[in-house]
């Protein structure tokens, strides 16, 4: 499997600290969008990053595993809840990609998971969809018809979601199993992206930059310029042939652009 990965985050220009965190292996991508005050949901979403991580050190692992892991990355952010009363209330989102293989079959596919409201997205021949349903409040009320997804954008609920890791009773993770395609890019993004760029203009620079470290780049780079108003961060995965070179396996490590 010829896979490159890469990724960016950013502060951004409203927030003090950045609570979004992320990892990047060579079995599993991952965001996590944390919450609560006096930088608990750095905690948290640090907890839910180096759970996920963790599934890269076995020889296979099943859809299942994913999904215990998400669990077990609960229980974590539940137990340092309890060990510190001043991060009651923590909680984070955790949202990814993992390649998961078939029991005794030697094949593999992807496991898109979600909790809470950062995404992924899967481009496939010039055609963006978003893989993830989000959990929050707006899309509810999307989908009652209530307002619309450009009014959520700026809606004074936009920040609600309906599902996470640390709150409360261990939360069910919607999940998708895809057969990999011969060229295809994933996007996994926090709000603070999907917040501030619109999916035709995120398309857009996605094809504008055919290398995975300059779209993650550009992509946050286009959410800070367009208010920052949240955290952003953004891996990119690219499998296959997706901009022609990819002759090796070069997934890169774990990186930050800022000020963190
Ligand atoms: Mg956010």
């Known amino acids: 499997m010829t896979v490159t990965a890469a ?22 991508w991952v965001v996590a969008d944390g919450m609560g005050g006096h930088a608990a949901g750095e905690v948290a979403s640090r907890i839910a990053a180096e759970t996920m991580s963790e ?6 692992v099943s859809a299942q595993d994913v999904i215990d892991q998400i669990a077990l990355a609960h229980r974590r952010i539940e137990t340092a809840m309890r060990q510190h009363p001043s991060r009651r209330g923590m909680g984070t989102t955790v949202t990814g990609l993992a390649r998961v293989d078939e029991e005794g079959e030697g ?12 995404r992924v997205y899967r481009i496939v021949e010039g055609q963006l969809a978003q893989v993830t349903r989000d ?3 707006v899309r509810e009320l999307i989908d009652a018809g209530v307002i619309t997804p450009e009014e959520a954008r700026r809606h004074p609920l936009r920040n609600v ?18 057969d990999p395609q011969a060229s295809e890019r994933f996007v996994i993004c926090s709000d603070g992206l ?7 203009e995120l398309r ?6 055919p290398n995975a470290q300059d779209a993650a780049d550009a992509l946050v780079r286009a959410a800070v310029e367009a208010g920052g108003r949240d955290n952003v961060t953004v891996v990119v995965v690219d499998h296959g042939s997706h901009d022609g070179t990819h002759d090796v396996n070069d997934t890169q490590p774990r990186s930050r652009l800022a000020t963190r």
């Open 55 to 60: 599934l890269a050190v076995p020889d296979q």
């Open 194 to 200: 999907t917040g501030e760029v619109p999916d035709e």
């Open 204 to 209: 857009a620079i996605l094809e504008a930059h």
């Open 135 to 137: 959990h929050s409040e």
């Open 107 to 118: 094949e593999w596919r992807w496991l898109v998971f979600n909790v809470g409201d950062s």
């Open 7 to 28: 990724a960016a985050t950013d502060v951004g220009r409203v927030r003090e600290h950045n609570e979004d965190d992320l990892a990047v292996t060579d079995r599993v």
């Open 161 to 178: 979601i309906t599902r996470s890791l640390g709150g409360g009773a261990n939360p069910v993770p919607d999940q998708w199993l895809l």
